[in-house]
């Protein structure tokens, strides 16, 4: 009885921030636009609209991406080989036969808790907030907020010191010292460090959110507690309603389709999986493989699931990206959400529509 009052306290809590947050987002994001500061205009997630994939730079790629030895054979991964197309042809089909469902894993193959090992606890999770120089006053309402209830495990990427985070953080604000771009080389070059990090954490969960985004952080460990850490999960949900298609231009015209989540409403990885991603993905590979695709650093870490490790995404719908209607989110399931970002569409402010919060009497909440 008492562990159910503190979840419903806590339910409240996390309620009460969500509309805090919003409103207050909705200003910060406001006052951003009306400023136009010179500072990065366009969104990662918009980039991914226009993406047009050169599979000759994808075959290059695939080439190009060598482990080294110690690495190759430490993980149990082999590479994947450009010539091997039954193996391509496998992952497409999986894909194309997922587009319906948009949901190609079975949640209960492996995700039966331990009973050996205990449960996956918020001290597990790594959770990295990609940020950059001209954002950093987003980061006033993440520690006023969702960061209190995650201090040991929020970790902030930047692309600049700046001493006052740094002590705000207790020293969780690291500088990449990636370029302050929003290009994908400087996308890139942040994801490439965040997943060095979470690798040498030794941390069970790797998740990856902006920082225009707010975490339920109980929601979070609720939902990470329902998969198996050692297992092959990649948690997210994807901006697009179909995989991210191009044609093979050097072979017969077959696709190379895949789906990725969108790192405007966060995802998440395994250990599991990212560990099989080492060749790949670790000391710089990341960049060095987006740089090859000519893709932004989500899509990438979907290239990786499903082309070089030919494994899948597992749609989870409570992660919530601006791209989406967030006006939409029923407030009766609004507590198990697990991320809300926030933004504009159009001339409507895209935010979580929460009853009793008038914006004009008090714009600070
Ligand atoms: C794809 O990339 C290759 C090598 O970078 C280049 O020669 C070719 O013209 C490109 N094709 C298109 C359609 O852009
Ligand atoms: C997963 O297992 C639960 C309980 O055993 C069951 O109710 C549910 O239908 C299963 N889901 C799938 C997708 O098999
Ligand atoms: C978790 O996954 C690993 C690797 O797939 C497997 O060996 C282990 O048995 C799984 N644990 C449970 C409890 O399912
Ligand atoms: C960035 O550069 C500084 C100064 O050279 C260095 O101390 C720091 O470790 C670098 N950061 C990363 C993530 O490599
Ligand atoms: C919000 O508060 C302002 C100032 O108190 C008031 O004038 C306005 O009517 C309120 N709006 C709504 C929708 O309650």
Redesign the pocket.
Known sequence: MPGRCVRVVLKLVALWMVCFLAVELYFTAFVKLQSNDGGPAVPQSEMVRHIVINNSDVRAASRSIKAPESLASRTTVNLHKVSDLSRRERSITSVKSGSESKQPNNRNS??????S?RQTELNDIFISVKTSKWYHDRLDLILETWYIMARDQVYFFTDEDNDIYRHRTRGHLINTNCSSTYDRYALCCKMSIEYDTFIASKKRWFCHVDDDTYVNVPALVTLLQLY?D???WYLGKPSLSYPLKTRDLDGAGQQIAFWFATGGAGFCLSR?IALKMVPFASGGRLVTACRKIRLPDDCTIGYFVYISLNKQLTVVNQFHSHLEGLWRINLGNIANQVTFSYGQLGTRRNVVQIPGYNDSYDPSR
Do not use: A, E, I, L
């Not at 492996?110 to 009973?115: D, E, I």
């Open positions: 492996s995700t039966k808790p331990s009973k090992r198996n050692t297992g092959d599991g």
